[in-house]
């Protein structure tokens, strides 16, 4: 998405020009706005932007098959709809706009709710509508603070603006993967505390080891950070995806968890690190035009 518009300076897509304007618009705007609006404002976006536009049409591809070419662009521009109208309730918190969202939990094959549970955990999430609700919630249910690792953007005043904005959804502290080589301690330590660490496995950092896997039927790789702090705390590895519903209305889906033993063999990670990008398959199969996956 990157090459889309300028990509150096203040009018980079993802420098800071665009990101105040869509705060303020979250923020400021008036509540009709704030509802209506942005799944017009996602599909001009679709429209206005062919490579992004075949990207997104080829991962829908590649999640859920071939499809007519009518269904294909209505995926195209439901995925951009999705994405704008997420983005903008995000960009609303701490506003006169913001509202909490409601969250359904769906747990598969009737594993424990992770939101109500008690104990260390990682969750490993993706860059699916409402995935920063989830953390969110888990920090407010659970009334401790919960670790969101992320890749650390570009546009450094960008990066400071979306970081302010998510830390006053309550109880969310972020940690920038790849700036500090220590910075794997303060997640232990908080893992070992019983805390809750979230990361997503669907876009992996220059330079980030990774572990080879099978994703929608095609060699691909997921990071290995959360494999590595399941093997040294012991905390299980939970898949936890969202899904937006409805206005400011999300279901949250749960999967089993995988566990990595402390003197875990290659092949074992392996097979952990399949588990994981099978529970992606899954979700995304299932709710193809709820994935951004904009940066291919």
Do not use: C
């Not at 942005?38 to 859920?64: C, N, S, T």
């Not at 019983?194 to 990774?210: E, K, N, T, Y």
């Not at 590595?228 to 012991?234: D, S």
């Not at 999967?255 to 529970?279: K, S, T």
Request: hydrophobic share 50%; aromatic share 6%; proline share 6%.
């Amino acid at each position: 998405m990157m090459t889309l518009a300028p990509t150096h300076g203040r009018l980079a897509l993802d420098g800071i020009f665009w990101r105040r304007l869509a705060a303020a618009g979250a923020g400021h705007g008036p509540p009709w706005f704030v509802r209506w609006a942005p799944p017009v404002i996602g599909v001009a976006i679709a429209m206005a932007m062919p490579d992004a536009r075949r990207r997104i049409a080829d991962q829908l591809e590649r999640a859920r098959g071939h499809v007519g070419k009518i269904r294909a662009a209505f995926d195209v521009a439901a995925t951009f709809a999705n994405f704008a109208s997420t983005l903008t309730e995000v960009l609303s918190a701490g506003s006169k706009n913001w509202r909490t969202p409601a969250a359904t939990v769906h747990l598969r094959n009737g594993h424990d709710d992770v939101v109500a549970s008690e104990g260390a955990a990682i969750l490993v999430t993706a860059h699916t509508a409402g995935w920063e609700s989830i953390a969110a919630l888990l920090a407010n249910k659970r009334r401790a603070p919960v670790f969101v690792v992320m890749q650390r953007e570009r546009d450094a005043l960008a990066r400071d603006l979306n970081d302010s904005i998510r830390r006053t959804q309550g109880g969310l502290r972020i940690v920038h993967a790849g700036e500090d080589p220590l910075a794997s301690l303060p997640l232990l330590r908080h893992l070992r505390d019983g805390g809750v660490v979230a990361l997503q496995i669907d876009r992996i950092p220059a330079g980030m080891s990774v572990r080879p896997v099978t994703l929608f039927g095609k060699a691909s790789a997921i990071p290995e950070g959360p494999l590595r702090l399941a093997r040294l705390t012991g905390a299980p590895i939970v898949p936890v995806f969202s899904q937006r519903t409805g206005y400011r209305r999300y279901a949250i889906h749960v999967y089993g968890p995988v566990r990595v033993a402390r003197h875990a063999d290659d092949d074992a990670i392996d097979a952990a690190a399949q588990q994981l990008a099978d529970a992606l398959s899954s979700f995304v199969s299932a709710h193809p035009t709820q994935w951004f996956a904009f940066a291919g």
